[in-house]
């Protein structure tokens, strides 16, 4: 059966850095594109990120591009996303989603909190 | 860059009645890449429709998917307690993904 379980989530100051975390079971991470998406408190779902299935070709949104770094670790099964000159407006819930087109597998969330 | 618009914002209806919400895309979409999902307070999105028509497994058949081009509809034929929810359309294009704003469906 598939998990993703996200970790990593937190309260960091304007500026500060963070690394979320997605593990993975129940399937080969190698063999699928990956992705994160954020829910801001009360607004609807954005796409931040994806990643190939070899971690060679990666994708951002325009909001986390240049700040954002998302890779992953298929030895051991797990994908992350950096998240660096963190912003307000980047205070959501992170779920990782498996698959490249659409995803039947979303992890539970992590919040991210940014405020000082 | 592709923008999903969803209809109504809010949809209040009884159990039992039928809802239909509405997706439209600014520019012609392949139906291949249009999904549908359901998000509940406090829970991660769940897949419902992808194809545009085909149901993902495990949803009942009051959920359809339909439409072509740049219009899209999901329908729930007859509002059971557990469908009121969040909804969401989902384009998947240039290698990233694009959300609609949701519908909400409440209970009236």
């Known amino acids: 059966e598939v998990h993703l379980v996200e970790s990593g989530g937190g309260l960091v100051q304007p500026g500060g850095s963070l690394r979320l975390s997605c593990a993975a079971s129940g399937f080969t991470l190698s063999s699928y594109a990956m992705n994160w998406v954020r829910q801001a408190p009360g607004k609807g779902l954005e796409w931040v990120s994806a990643?190939?299935?070899?971690?060679?070709?990666?994708y951002y949104a325009d909001s986390v591009k240049g700040r954002f770094t998302i890779s992953r670790d298929n030895s051991k099964n797990t994908l992350y996303l950096q998240m660096n000159s963190l912003r307000a407006e980047d205070t959501a819930v992170y779920y990782c989603?498996?698959?490249?087109?659409?995803?039947?597998?979303w992890g539970q969330g992590t919040p991210v909190a940014v405020s000082s | 860059e592709i923008v999903l618009t969803q209809s109504p914002g809010t949809l209040s209806l009884s159990p039992g009645e039928r809802a239909t919400l509405s997706c439209r895309a600014s520019q012609t979409i392949s139906s291949s890449y249009l999904a549908w999902y359901q998000q509940k307070p406090g829970q991660a999105p769940r897949l419902l429709i992808y194809g545009a028509s085909s149901r993902a497994t495990g949803i009942p058949d009051r959920f359809s998917g339909s439409g072509s081009g740049t219009d899209f509809t999901l329908t729930i034929s007859r509002l059971e307690p557990e469908d009121f929810a969040v909804y969401y359309c989902?384009?998947?294009?240039?290698?990233?993904?694009?959300f609609g704003q949701g519908t909400k469906v409440e209970i009236k």
């Open positions: 989902q384009h998947f294009g240039s290698s990233l993904w694009t």
């Open positions: 989603a498996k698959d490249r087109v659409f995803s039947r597998y």
């Open positions: 990643i190939s299935g070899s971690g060679v070709i990666t």
